[in-house]
Nanobody, 115 residues
Framework: QVQLVESGGGLVQPGGSLRLSCAAS????????MGWYRQAPGKQRELVAA???????NYSDSVKGRFTISRDNAKNTVYLQMNSLKPEDTAVYYC?????????WGLGTQVTVSS
């Protein structure tokens, strides 16, 4: 069974940086894509960034230019480098893994941007 373990969340001041990590383990033969979603209080879960097996990336307009998603295929790990953080980035961030048509989710990690 596939399991996703997230780390790197926490409290940071506006303008600061955090790096989220998500390591996938289990019966993994091929990953189509990995990504990060977030959900703020009172809002729906939204895509933050995604990366395909070939390295193609997509970003939400709200984070473009500030966040960078990357993969380490040898470790089945996806990262999200978050720079120039803003209070509106505060949310629970969820790791997502897609294998063909099946989606797997992490439990989420809290990111709080506040003075």
């Amino acid at each position: 069974q596939v399991q996703l373990v997230e780390s790197g969340g926490g409290l940071v001041q506006p303008g600061g940086s955090l790096r989220l990590s998500c390591a996938a383990s289990g019966s993994i033969f091929s990953i189509n894509a990995m990504g990060w979603y977030r959900q703020a209080p009172g809002k729906q879960r939204e895509l933050v960034a995604a990366i395909s097996s070939g390295g193609r990336t997509n970003y939400s307009d709200s984070v473009k230019g500030r966040f960078t998603i990357s993969r380490d295929n040898a470790k089945n790990t996806v990262y999200l480098q978050m720079n120039s953080l803003k209070p509106e980035d505060t949310a629970v961030y969820y790791c997502n893994l897609r294998i063909i048509v099946t989606n797997y989710w992490g439990l989420g990690t809290q990111v709080t941007v506040s003075s």
